[in-house]
């Protein structure tokens, strides 16, 4: 496509169920991020891709979060077991190798 | 890992005014971007800047890798300028982008 594509925009669960986000990247794009954004705060990396690999698992907060990316395109983040402290808005990026990047609208994640 | 400080937290113009924004790294950075993010939460990457000046209508920046430092200038602003610019780099090896806490905008008509 010709953007980023994230999926859903919104979402709203209960605490302890699981979630998944979807990342449609830049078509050609071989570089793929997670970044997550608390209300007001800054962005906070969480994984980074290359092609389907991830060389950075570093930001990932704990155990319950996982990612994967299959066939160098489209990448899942999942949140097992969600916590309330779990909301924020999720944003996914991507680009060429050490470029710049491109980001999609979101998600953004409520546990109640 | 490196640290990204933001000047001014926050600004207040009134359209038509001139602005800059600042960005302080700790470290040697690469990879340096600026992002514009408006009130509606899109994130849009507005320069690639490792190194010297670019331009791009109304706005400009100028990065001084050797002294660690970025800056953004906005000219003639307009009301649509308004939302949170960040600047973000990555430190070499690391592909993540540590971004600053960001400068709020507001631009009144």
């Known amino acids: 496509g010709a953007g980023v594509s994230q999926s859903p925009s919104n979402k709203v669960t209960e605490k302890g169920k699981d979630v998944e986000l979807r990342c449609d990247p830049i078509?050609?794009?071989?570089?793929l991020y997670w970044y997550r954004q608390s209300l007001g705060q800054g962005l906070e990396f969480l994984i980074y891709?290359?092609?389907?690999?991830?060389?950075?698992k570093s930001g990932l907060p704990s155990d319950r979060f996982s990612a994967e990316r299959t066939g160098g395109s489209v990448s899942t983040l999942t949140i097992q077991r969600t916590q309330q402290e779990d909301s924020a808005v999720y944003l996914c990026a991507s680009s060429f190798p050490t470029g710049r990047q491109h980001f999609g609208d979101g998600t953004r994640l409520s546990i109640l | 890992g490196i640290q990204v400080e933001q000047s001014p937290p926050d600004l207040i113009l009134q359209e038509g005014a001139n602005s800059t924004l600042r960005c302080n790294f700790s470290?040697?950075?690469?990879?340096l971007q600026w992002f514009h993010q408006n009130p509606w939460g899109q994130l849009i990457n507005l320069f690639y800047i490792p190194s010297g000046t670019k331009q791009n209508g109304r706005l400009s920046a100028t990065t001084v890798a050797t002294e660690r430092y970025s800056l953004l200038y906005i000219s003639s602003s307009q009301t649509t300028d308004s939302g949170v610019y960040f600047c973000a780099g990555n430190q070499g090896g690391s592909e993540k982008l540590v971004f600053g806490k960001g400068t709020k905008l507001t631009v009144n008509p």
């Open positions: 078509s050609g794009h071989t570089a």
């Open positions: 470290d040697s950075v690469n990879n």
């Open positions: 891709f290359q092609g389907n690999s991830a060389p950075d």
